[in-house]
Structures are given as structure tokens and as C-alpha cells.
């Protein structure tokens, strides 16, 4: 429920993901607004990454770097950005019918078998999918704020 409300529905904090980037430009996705911050592009390639990764994990996969790296290269083409918005859509589609799929007997589980804050290893199952479901809200709000420096601008 939480996933869904973040990604596509009503969240309580504002806009949602999908909201975000609905109707949001190739060229601003990809605008740089100082060397020191991603761009939109950069962010929801990173989101996209670690959906398909913790959707991995719940299927059995052990804690890894997603295949496209932590933070994938941006992407500027307009053609480009509709595949990333539609990749973020596929990433979702994949972690919702993971967490479907996943038993509740198994959320107490250690997904790997050491600690590493980076990787989000060495937790629980549920601490994971509580995990993303964070730093979904966490970029969703950059988004949101670099949008309104975009138009500021």
C-alpha cells in the first residue's frame, strides 16, 4: 500500500513519483542545476535500479550493486527519457509483483548475512521493503524541489 500510494496514488507528502514525471520534459529532465546534484534523469534511473534490485532480492537473489550500477548515466534524448519514465514504470510493475508474490512468514529473514548500510544488506526483509519504499520518498522529494528550481529559474 505504501509503495502505491508513493509511485502512483495520493502520498500524504505530496506529489507522487509518477506525478513528478509525468509531464516533465526530456530537457528538464535532464538539466543540470549545479555539477553538485543529479539530475531528474540520474535520479529516476536510480530509482529504477533499486526497485529491480530489492525485487531481486525478494526473490531469493543475494545483496548486490544493481546490474546498471548505483547511479546509472543520464540520459538527454527526449526518445530516451520516455524509455527511463517507462523503465521506472517496469521497475514498480516488478517490485509491486515481488512483494506480491513474497510470504509474510519470510519478512524477519536477513536479506544477506553481513551488515552494509551502502548495499542495504544484512537486514530484514521487511526492513528492506520498508527501505525502498524510503528512499523512493527521499528522491521524490528532490525531484520536487529541483522541479520548483527549474521553473524558479
Known amino acids: 500500500d505504501q509503495l502505491r500510494k508513493g509511485y502512483g496514488d495520493d502520498p500524504w507528502h505530496g506529489p507522487s513519483i509518477s506525478d513528478l514525471t509525468r509531464d516533465l520534459s526530456a530537457k528538464d529532465a535532464a538539466m543540470s542545476i549545479s555539477p553538485a546534484v543529479h539530475t531528474i ?7 529504477s535500479a533499486w526497485q529491480c534490485e530489492v ?9 548486490q550493486t544493481p546490474s546498471e550500477g548505483d547511479w546509472p548515466e543520464r540520459v538527454h534524448a527526449a526518445e530516451a527519457w520516455e524509455e527511463t519514465k517507462a523503465g521506472l514504470e517496469m521497475s514498480y510493475e516488478e517490485l509491486l509483483a515481488a512483494l506480491m508474490e513474497f510470504p509474510d512468514e519470510r519478512l524477519s529473514e536477513l536479506v544477506g548475512s553481513q551488515r552494509d548500510r551502502a548495499l542495504g ?3 530484514t526483509h521487511q526492513a528492506t521493503i520498508l527501505g525502498v519504499i524510503q528512499h523512493n520518498s527521499y528522491h ?12 524558479a529559474t
Open 41 to 47: 534523469s540520474e535520479i529516476v534511473l536510480h530509482i
Open 55 to 63: 525485487a531481486r532480492r525478494l526473490r531469493g537473489s543475494e545483496p
Open 121 to 123: 544488506s544484512g537486514v
Open 140 to 151: 521524490g522529494g528532490q525531484i520536487a524541489l529541483i522541479r520548483k528550481l527549474l521553473t
